[in-house]
């Protein structure tokens, strides 16, 4: 997962990219960049480490031009490192650099594709092929046709041989600013502009509503799945639709786990879905537990708060913040940094039901749990926003393969067991669907095939998942 940023605007924007980083951290905790241009002169700088740690004052100084990008992500694995800038810049044709969220589920027929076309790609990046792509199709294109129809061409070419989820936002040297997202509109990215005396000076696309706030920016709208837009020199707004049968099918675990609780999605409330989420599971539990003892509510820090509160509300019993969340450099490091500690006071003695967004691996949850039985907690219930997650995530998630999920080919009593909790419950899908779905119902379907193994482009079958389990080596929990 990534948080991406993309600014056109009449004055330096390197700072203005930095804050918009600041609110996307969430999204990407290992490696941050950024892409400048000047005039004809291109500027780049990626390294690991949190936004604050890669951009210093100097190094923002150093990043000049009013037209930029930049981007947060995870690492891959502990083999992968940067971004390096081969993978995100092109000098040919114009200047071209290039950042994207998401993950190519046919990169192997894109890369030879690109060697047939006398294209050297030099990682592993879905970034790279992208990139050159992009490039390899404008170059074919007549320098005499308008760039804004060059680009829409580009663009709806790049649609008819990619598949998969891709949120891509680019800066053309001397031309502007170009972002798109994939026909499916799996991963979100979302249109801002801020007017001076009623004159739009400046855009900016972004990954979450929440940022273009946070930096001055009206939202607009979501970049439609399908659809690019294109802001010249001028700050003239051009926009087409691009693919041939587009459909808004976004990633419901945005609206779980990813996304800040203060961002609207595909006009989606984030806060509004997670309290509909927490309501839901409350009316499950009450069915299901309805002979439990729990003297309180507790929640996994930091995505479950609001559905943790939310049920706690329902089901008329307390919540307690007794899981303190500190700053890591990263989510799957967090417990093994002892990031979270217990309020002892608040739960000695007491029978507590623990709400999580989700149980990947389970590790991080096992050790909360013990670490509660170490604070004296009598007996922990477990309840999961979520339904069990038994596929792996291929739009750009990262998450363990198949066989390394707790509830792949388990049942929730043998999962209860191996995270120590005296019980667990798993959220209905069509429960969470519906309470999502209830804030938009223009949106027909979501992409859920982490619980349902359904991959909404249709290009999924055993043996790409045979080969994700050689290929992923990343470990979370």
Not at 123 to 138: C, P, R, V, Y
């Amino acid at each position: 997962m990534c948080g991406l940023v993309g600014i056109y605007a009449n004055h330096q924007v390197s700072q203005q990219l930095f804050e918009a980083l600041l609110t996307l951290q969430h999204r990407g905790q290992d490696v941050a960049g950024m892409l400048t241009m000047e005039c004809e002169r291109t500027h780049m700088y990626s390294a690991e480490g949190s936004v604050v740690d890669v951009f210093s004052t100097e190094r923002l100084s150093q990043l000049s031009g009013s037209c930029g990008l930049a981007y947060v992500t995870q690492q891959v694995s502990q083999h992968t490192g940067t971004y390096d800038s081969q993978s995100v810049y092109l000098n040919y044709p114009y200047g071209l650099g290039l950042f994207h969220d998401g993950h190519l589920t046919n990169s192997d027929e894109v890369r030879l594709y690109l060697s047939r076309h006398y294209r050297q790609i030099k990682s592993s990046s879905d970034t790279e092929l992208l990139l050159n792509l992009f490039a390899q199709q404008l170059a074919n294109l007549s320098p005499t046709l308008p760039m804004v129809e060059r680009i829409f061409a580009v663009i709806h070419h790049i649609h008819q041989i990619v598949r998969g989820a891709y949120a891509c936002v680019v800066t053309i040297s001397g031309y502007g600013l170009v972002a798109f997202r994939d026909a499916f509109g799996i991963r979100p990215l979302i249109l801002g502009r801020k007017q001076v005396d009623g004159v739009i000076s400046e855009y900016m696309v972004a990954s979450e509503s929440s940022t273009l706030i946070s930096c001055g920016f009206e939202v607009v709208r979501d970049i439609a799945p399908g659809e690019a837009i294109y802001i010249d020199q001028e700050s003239q707004l051009m926009s087409q639709q691009c693919a041939v049968n587009p459909q808004d099918c976004p990633c419901i675990f945005e609206y779980v786990a990813c996304a800040r609780s203060d961002s609207i999605m595909d006009k989606i409330s984030v806060y509004q879905a997670r309290k509909n989420i927490g309501q839901a599971l409350a009316d499950k539990i009450k069915k299901k537990w309805d002979d439990y003892h729990i003297d309180q509510v507790i929640s996994v820090p930091n995505t479950s708060l609001d559905i943790a509160l939310q049920l706690a509300a329902s089901l008329s019993l307390p919540y307690r913040q007794a899981l303190l969340k500190h700053h890591t450099k990263s989510k799957h490091q967090a417990l093994n940094d002892k990031s979270i500690s217990v309020i002892e006071d608040a739960v000695k003695g007491c029978s507590v039901l623990l709400v999580g967004d989700s149980i990947i691996r389970g590790r991080n949850t096992s050790k909360i749990i013990s670490m509660l039985r170490d604070a004296g907690v009598e007996k922990v219930y477990f309840a999961s926003a979520t339904p069990k997650i038994k596929f792996p995530n291929v739009y750009g998630i990262q998450m363990p393969c198949l066989n390394q999920l707790i509830a792949y080919g388990r049942e929730t009593q043998e999962i209860s067991q191996l995270i120590g909790a005296d019980d667990a419950i798993f959220q209905n899908l069509s429960d969470l669907v519906e309470a999502v779905q209830q804030l938009n119902p223009s949106i027909a379907r979501f992409e859920t095939s982490l619980f349902n193994g359904h991959y909404v482009t249709d290009d999924i079958d055993q043996s790409y998942l045979d080969h994700l389990i050689e290929s992923r080596s990343v470990e979370y929990a």
